[in-house]
Structures are given as structure tokens and as C-alpha cells.
């Protein structure tokens, strides 16, 4: 069975830093690639990052590049997401994802059950 | 950046009944696109991918349908733990999600 477990969330003032951890179980890990999305409270999805299964190649939003450092472990079945210059808007939880390749497309498939991050 | 429009923003019905959501795109996005389904409390759960697959484990009461730019769920008969919120997803230089449509009981 696929687990993703969060952890790392917490209370941080603005400006301040955080890593959120996910440690990954039931699956082998260094196959999948493996995404970030997060959730404000009381609004939709929003994809954050995806780091490939290497961890070679990473992809962020836009409102996130350069603040946020997706990585990865293989070693430790656990990614990471590290969390600079926070500000009130990046308050959500924080949901980590393995993916589901396609011929067409990359998907979501196993989620956590997320890490709250409050930025005040 | 593709735009997913999702209506409606809420649907009210009974359990039995036939749900039909839409998602529009702003432009082709071919078959890439799926459906999550969030329970209240919960995280999401992939219920269909390439537009019409059910991903492994969901009921076939759940029914993906469309190309290009218009997309429909259905759920044939509504069991009591369909009443979640239902979003689209594509992939295209980035992962854009609809915004959702809840399903609430009437």
C-alpha cells in the first residue's frame, strides 16, 4: 500500500523558513517522480512542484520560484520542500504526490494527508 | 497558461441521482486531463486521468467523458460518499487545476 506522510509544518512569521519533509512507502520511490500542491484554506488546488525521479530536472510555480527548493532523497524514500521568504499567501496545506505517467500526461495519483504551514 | 473553467460551482442533489460536471479549457488540451475527487477533511483522490480512464480502485459509477476542450464527469447514481468537491486537471507548462464544483446533498 502507498503511504506519503507530511511532516514540517508549523506557525512562521513572514520573510521566515521552513522544510516540510514527506516520507514515501509501498512504492519504489526513485521510479516516480513526486510533486507538491498545496491548499489555502477554504480554496482549490494549487501546484507548487515536481521533481523528477532522479531528481535531475524540478519544476515550480511561478509564485513560488526562487523562494521554494524542491528535493528528494532516494536513499530515504523522502522529499523535501524547503520554504524561504514566506509570505501570508503561502499559507495552505502542504499535500505531497507521487505521479502517474501517461503517453500524454503526468498525474497526481497517491496523495499525503497534508502539513499545515500558517505564515503570520 | 491553459485556464480550466469548471461549473457549475455547486450542485445540489440527492443520493441516486446523476451528477454531470463540466470543465471547459481556454484551448485544446487534447485528452490530458483528469478528475480528483476531495472529501470534506480528506485529500484528493485521483478518480480519472487521459479524460476517460478510471484510475485503479474507483467505481465505475464514475464516468469521464470529452476532448479538446470540454470535459464532463458523470457519476451515474450517488452513493452517500460522492458528496465531495470535484476538480479538473491538465498539464501543460504547468499543472493548472479547475476550481472546483461541490457536490452537496440537496
Known amino acids: 500500500e502507498v503511504q506519503l506522510v507530511e511532516s514540517g509544518g508549523s506557525l512562521v512569521q513572514p520573510g521566515g523558513s521552513l522544510r516540510l519533509s514527506c516520507a514515501a512507502s509501498g512504492f519504489t520511490f526513485g521510479n516516480y517522480a513526486m510533486g507538491w500542491v498545496r491548499q489555502a484554506p477554504g480554496k482549490g488546488l494549487e501546484y507548487v512542484s515536481v521533481?523528477?525521479?532522479?531528481?535531475?530536472?524540478?519544476l515550480y510555480a511561478d509564485s513560488v520560484k526562487g523562494r521554494f527548493t524542491i528535493s528528494r532523497d532516494n536513499s530515504k524514500n523522502t522529499l523535501y520542500l524547503q520554504l524561504s521568504s514566506l509570505r501570508a499567501e503561502d499559507t495552505a496545506v502542504y499535500y505531497c504526490?507521487?505521479?502517474?505517467?501517461?503517453?500524454?500526461?503526468?498525474?497526481?495519483?497517491?496523495w499525503g494527508q497534508g502539513t499545515q504551514v500558517i505564515v503570520s | 497558461e491553459v485556464v480550466l473553467t469548471q461549473s457549475p460551482a455547486t450542485l445540489s442533489l440527492s443520493p441516486g441521482e446523476r451528477a454531470t460536471l463540466s470543465c471547459r479549457a481556454s484551448?485544446?488540451?487534447?485528452?490530458?486531463l483528469a478528475w480528483y475527487q476531495q472529501r470534506p477533511g480528506q485529500a484528493p483522490r485521483l478518480l480519472i486521468y487521459?479524460?476517460?480512464n478510471r484510475a485503479t480502485g474507483i467505481p465505475d459509477r464514475f464516468s469521464g467523458s470529452g476532448s479538446g476542450t470540454d470535459f464532463t464527469l458523470t457519476i451515474s447514481s450517488l452513493e452517500p460518499e460522492d458528496f465531495a468537491v470535484y476538480y479538473c486537471q491538465h498539464r501543460g507548462y504547468s499543472w493548472t487545476f479547475g476550481q472546483g464544483t461541490s457536490v452537496e446533498i440537496k
Open positions: 487521459d479524460a476517460s
Open positions: 504526490a507521487n505521479t502517474f505517467p501517461t503517453s500524454t500526461s503526468l498525474y497526481f495519483q497517491h
Open positions: 484551448q485544446s488540451v487534447g485528452s490530458s
Open positions: 521533481i523528477s525521479g532522479f531528481g535531475a530536472e524540478t
